[in-house]
């Protein structure tokens, strides 16, 4: 088994509340996606709906990896830079996969459609993301040819007296 990756999907009602299923459910399961649980769809999507103003605007590309039931099962954001001395790398946000499929391959799976995805934009040579520290995601990353290249010590509080570290990855493409 594996997912069917599709960059920049057309924008459907399906397809954003499968989005927004997979990120509620993610984040409800401890995932480090920009929420603590527990969480409800209604909370997530005023930020989803900010990465699709970016999507219209062509500041963002969206991949997303269906299961063999036609579920929304993984994502990634590639954000272009806005800053004129940037434009040569981008973010990667929110990768996630859901829980019911994690733990077989497919994060890996989706951190290579993402390379892909990125070594196809015009003059763009490197992908950086951030991550919580504490959870083992940088071996994650590391094992995807990410390098952690810096650290901010206790900049994420996930609760009053459990700060972690924001980590910084970088993968060059060239
Ligand atoms: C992180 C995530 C995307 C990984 O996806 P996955 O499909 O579970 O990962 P894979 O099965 O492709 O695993 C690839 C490798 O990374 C390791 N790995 C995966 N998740 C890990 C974690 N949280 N901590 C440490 N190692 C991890 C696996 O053990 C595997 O290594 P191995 O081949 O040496 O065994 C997924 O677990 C997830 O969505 N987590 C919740 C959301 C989240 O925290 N996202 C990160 C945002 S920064």
Not at 34 to 46: D, L, N, Q, S, Y
Not at 58 to 64: A, F, H, I, N, Q
Not at 123 to 140: D, K, M, Q, S, Y
């Amino acid at each position: 088994m594996s997912l069917t990756f599709t960059l920049d999907p057309a924008v459907t009602p399906a397809l954003r509340d499968g989005i927004l299923d997979l990120w509620t459910d993610v984040s409800n399961a401890g995932g480090s996606v920009g929420f603590v649980p527990p969480v409800t769809a209604e909370t997530i999507r005023p930020e989803l709906v900010r990465h699709m103003v970016a999507m219209a605007e062509g500041r963002t590309r969206l991949l997303v990896g269906h299961d063999e039931d036609g579920r929304v099962a993984a994502t990634a954001f590639l954000a272009l830079n806005t800053h004129r001395l940037m434009t040569h790398w981008l973010w990667l946000y929110t990768v996630m996969v859901h829980p019911r499929h994690q733990g077989k391959g497919y994060g890996r799976d989706l951190l290579a459609a993402a390379q892909d995805a990125a070594c196809g934009i015009d003059g763009i040579e490197a992908i950086r993301l951030t991550c919580r520290g504490g959870l083992g995601l940088e071996r994650f990353y590391g094992s995807c040819g990410y390098k952690e290249v810096g650290r901010v010590p206790g900049a994420i509080r996930v609760a009053p007296g459990d700060d972690r570290d924001d980590v910084i990855m970088l993968l060059p493409l060239r």
